[in-house]
C-alpha cells in the first residue's frame, strides 16, 4: 500500500532561521510527488511537482528535492508569512489512467517575527 | 476566473440527517475529485467523477455515501443519515484533463459537524 510519512508534525522557526521538512514515502512506481501549502480554513495550494530522483524545483524561499525515498522542503530565511501546514502527497504510476494521490498528515511551520 | 467553489463552507446537521455538498469546478475543468480529512489524518481520496460519469469511486464508503457529476450544475457530495464519524472536511479539486496531480486546484472545503 502506498504511504507518505511527514515528519516533524509542528515546527516552530525565528524569522530567518532555515530549515527542512521531510517527506518519507513508499510507492509501488512513483509517477508523481507533490507539496502543497494549506492555510487554516483553505484547500491545499500547489507549489511543487518532483518526477524523478535528483530533481529539483525552486519558489522564492521554498526549495523541494527528491530522492528515491523521500523529498525535502527547504525554507531559506522564512518569514512569517510562510506559517502554514505543508503537505506532501505522491501519485503511484500504474497501467490505468487514473490515481489517485496519497497525502501525508502535514507539517505545521509556524514562523515567529 | 474564479477558482473551485465549495458550498457551504460550514454545514451542522443532526444524526440521521442527510448531507449535500456542492462542487463548481474551475471554468474549463471537466474533471472533478472529492477528498475527505479527518481531524488529525491526512486528506484522503474518495471518487473522481468526470461529467456524468463516475470514474473511480475506490475510496468512497459502501454505504450511504454518493456522488454525481450532472451535465449542468454542480457535483454534488450526497451523505444519507449522517453519523458523528462523518464530521470532517470535505474538499472538492477540479483539473483539465490529463493534468495529473499537478492540475489540481482545491476547493476550501465544506465542514461538516454532525451533532
Known amino acids: 500500500e502506498d504511504q507518505v510519512t511527514q515528519s516533524p508534525e509542528a515546527l516552530r522557526l525565528q524569522e530567518g532561521e532555515s530549515s527542512s521538512l521531510n517527506c518519507s514515502y513508499t510507492?509501488?512506481?512513483?509517477?508523481?510527488l507533490f507539496w502543497y501549502r494549506q492555510d487554516p480554513g483553505k484547500g491545499p495550494e500547489f507549489l511543487f511537482t518532483?518526477?524523478?530522483a535528483g530533481e529539483e524545483k525552486e519558489k522564492e524561499r521554498l526549495k523541494a528535492t527528491l530522492t528515491k525515498k523521500e523529498s525535502f522542503l527547504h525554507i531559506t530565511a522564512p518569514k512569517p508569512e510562510d506559517s502554514a501546514t505543508y503537505l506532501c502527497?505522491?501519485?503511484?504510476?500504474?497501467?490505468?489512467?487514473?490515481?489517485?494521490?496519497?497525502f501525508g498528515t502535514g507539517t505545521r511551520l509556524l514562523v515567529s517575527p | 476566473n474564479a477558482g473551485v467553489m465549495q458550498n457551504p463552507r460550514h454545514l451542522v446537521r443532526r444524526r440521521g440527517q442527510e448531507a449535500r455538498l456542492r462542487c463548481s469546478p474551475m471554468?474549463?475543468?471537466?474533471?472533478v475529485y472529492w477528498y475527505r480529512q479527518l481531524p488529525e489524518e491526512g486528506l484522503k481520496f474518495m471518487v473522481y467523477?468526470?461529467?456524468?460519469?463516475?470514474?473511480?469511486e475506490s475510496g468512497m464508503p459502501k454505504e450511504r455515501f454518493s456522488a454525481e457529476f450532472p451535465k449542468e450544475g454542480p457535483s454534488i457530495l450526497r451523505i444519507q443519515q449522517v453519523v458523528r464519524g462523518d464530521s470532517a472536511a470535505y474538499f472538492c479539486?477540479?483539473?483539465?484533463?490529463?493534468?495529473?496531480?499537478?492540475?489540481?486546484?482545491f476547493g476550501s472545503g465544506t465542514r461538516l459537524t454532525v451533532v
Open positions: 518532483l518526477y524523478s
Open positions: 467523477l468526470q461529467k456524468e460519469n463516475i470514474i473511480d
Open positions: 479539486a477540479s483539473s483539465p484533463p490529463n493534468s495529473g496531480g499537478s492540475g489540481y486546484t
Open positions: 471554468k474549463g475543468h471537466s474533471h
Open positions: 510507492v509501488s512506481g512513483l509517477r508523481g
Open positions: 502527497a505522491v501519485q503511484a504510476g500504474g497501467n490505468t489512467g487514473f490515481q489517485k494521490l496519497v
